[in-house]
C-alpha cells in the first residue's frame, strides 16, 4: 500500500514543516483563504465587540512578547 503523503511529510524536520506550512498558505490565492476560512456569525461579533473593546481602552492590550511567555511559561 502506497504510504500516505501527509504521513511523510510529518517526518519532516521542524523547520523544514514549518516552511512547507508557510509555502502552501502562501499558494492560496485571496479568494481561496477567504472561501476556506469563512467566519461565523458568532466569530465575527466576538471579533467585532473585542475590536470595540480594543478601541474603548487602547491600554488593554498585551503585546505578543508577554502572550508567548505566559504560554510558554
Not at 56 to 65: C, E, I, L, Q, T
Request: charged letters at 35%; a negative charge; aromatic letters at 4%.
Amino acid at each position: 500500500m502506497p504510504s500516505n503523503p501527509l504521513t511523510e511529510l510529518l517526518k519532516l524536520p521542524p523547520g523544514d514543516r514549518a516552511v512547507l506550512a508557510m509555502s502552501l498558505w502562501e499558494s492560496l490565492n485571496d479568494d481561496e483563504r477567504d472561501e476556506q476560512l469563512e467566519l461565523s456569525e458568532a466569530d465575527r461579533a466576538e471579533l467585532d465587540r473585542r475590536w470595540a473593546e480594543h478601541l474603548n481602552d487602547p491600554a488593554s492590550g498585551v503585546p505578543w512578547s508577554v502572550v508567548r511567555s505566559k504560554l510558554r511559561g
